[in-house]
């Protein structure tokens, strides 16, 4: 064994001086009784199985359609496995015979076991992996629309549409914020901001869970969170990669997201299948069961990524061998591996307890979490369950989806073209202009997304626009090549005939970005467009057409040069099934933009900004003869969007001008539409903190609320804002409000208020 399997295994019971916090699920004792009356009865044999989870392939037979009896009899029979994952033939099914198969599951679990097994999907943005399942945009798209009633809709059907499959479980909501927009998945989680990542994925969370942790129903779920945490910023922007973040960031913006989550009742988190600072998390006792089980008193379970324990061998080598790999993982705070192929982890567990290497206490502790996850979700009464869902992929649903891409899809500029007069001859083109694939992105239907083989009837952004206009003409210029993994390669042949096509229209749509992609195969060494569709886009603007650029992509690829030819942008980002409809609604005039940039578009490949970045790092120039320089020169900043009317804001007044940590400052802005149209305007609130005894961000997101607004209507919007709230992380780790100036900011409107007495606490205090 290496020596430092021992200290980092010892880290694992973190000294924690606050006094114990109270529950962040409330414990019910009934619950801890099942548990404890199931556990004192199971063999170590039992116990290994409850703390592994395979892939579904484990169990399917020659045709991938179905499971093997055989291998049913040897993974749930013999190895006792408690949790199976993931799609057969890694594609979506039916609900029907997703059920079917879960049932087999379940008869055999019951019958072998006498312990439910618990079934996991990827479900990201609805019922992804179910063929006739409700998508809706993705988690990006829902932080632009800065609307939390559409994250509440969306976990909702999602926990809705999965349950009716019988699968009571999803690895969801994404929390990783966006800050890096190198890494391929940060569309899968809300933007780059901490509070809004915060309060869209608690309202997803308890829409997911339900109203009571301790007894989900059968139209509810548990959640996954994942990944636990700071995945989203590798040091070299590729997905599964290092990370190296400063203690304070991590507290401060990238744990809050899983705070808030935790506290709203969270039963299960996945962890961050890469490393922070040089400790992969899968082995990070200190993250794990220091901040998480220990400083929140959690009573949940934490479930590897995808093949994370064998990555601590085999990628990491921080363990010489599988076996070191699972006694780090457990020791460390994990409960459940995603293997996701091997059922001999189960051995190795089994091993390492009779060697002593996993503690009894450990491993019970482990146990005892997964059957709480399944005694909360009312698995061992209900393995399958009889329940009518009417509203299973309802037009309900379908509309609401539709709702949240219309309000997704950002103006980024319009020098007046839109909205487009009926009666203009139409040009669209791009390799974007016909695909639902791309409307949708990944983690739809397919890992890698294929949404056009399974849903035709909807409509890509072409055939949309030709449902709403009468003269429209379509030549792609520039394809994609289709193959799952090879979403960055194109064929460019056809500028020339798109170009040519152009010259009979009056305005040209070129809808350009990216193909789907998902994780690992998204990674790619140059955010900018690909050079074909700007070139695309470079001999387009040489007809003398008007552009009007359509974005439709995971992560702001650049467009610094092609940007000044378009006479007007739009990011839809991937609003999914609908967002071809949405787009034509909006491009004519039917609908209003309201969507707002839920991240920075940067500009520049060397200048790759967050809003919320230092106050030191933009500098005007220096008097003398040094030039110490630093500009901050972004697209687009976080929170921008443009819509057919205007709003002007006014009169922001606040309820005290000087505050202490306890209090709740009331701040409250006039917004009126000063326009000719009805609109609907996200209002959102910073804070500044002038001095501070760490470099202050240069802004804070504090608060949003999105209002209608008819033409000449005012709207007063009152934020109540917690004191506490603006406090930041000291180097120390502990928070941090300190006396001095804040500046409060909405819409151009500013007011000072001072805080009077600094007050430094823990986390679990607040
Ligand atoms: C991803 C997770 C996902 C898991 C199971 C991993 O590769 O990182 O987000 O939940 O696979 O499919």
Redesign the pocket.
Known sequence: MKKYLIPLAIVSVVACNAPKPAPAIPTDPAVEAKVESVLAGMTLEEKAGQLVQLNISTLEDATHEAIDPLKLDLIIGQYKVGSI??VMHDAAHTREQTAAMVRQIQEKSMEAIGIPCIYGL?MIHGASYLVEGTLYPQEINIGATFKRDFARMMGHAMAYETRAAQVPWV?SP?MDLGRDPRWPRIWESFGEDPFLQAEMAREETLALQGADPNHIDLEHVAV?L??FMGYGVPHTGKDRTPAYIAENDLREKYFAPFLECFRAGALTA?VN?ASINGVPTHANAILLSGWVKEQLNWDGLLVT??ADIDNLYVRDHVAADKKEAVALGINAGIDMI?DPYDPECCTAIIELVKEGKISQARLDDAVRRVLRLKVRLGLFENPTWEHEYPMFASAAYAHESYDMALESEVLLKNDGILPLAEHKKIFVTGPNANSLRALNGGWSYT?QGSADAFVPQYNTIVEALKARFPHVTYEAGVVYNETPMAWQYEDASGIAKAVSAARGADVIIACVGENSYC?TPGNMDDLNLSANQKQLVKELAKTGKPIVLVLNEGRPRLIGDIEPLAAAVVDVMLPSNFGGDALAALLSGDENFSGKLPFTYSKHINALHTYDYKVSEHRETMEGSYNYDAVMDVQWPFGFGLSYTEYAYSNIRVSQAEFKAGDVIKVSVDVTNVGKRAGLESVLLFSSDLVASLIPDVKRLRGFEKIALQPGETHTVTFELPASALAFVGADGRWRLEAGDFRLSCGGQGALVKCTETKVWDTPNI
Do not use: A, I, T, Y
């Open positions: 994952l993931n990827d690895f994404v996954s994942k990944h996945m299948s990524d995808w995603m890992w994780e």
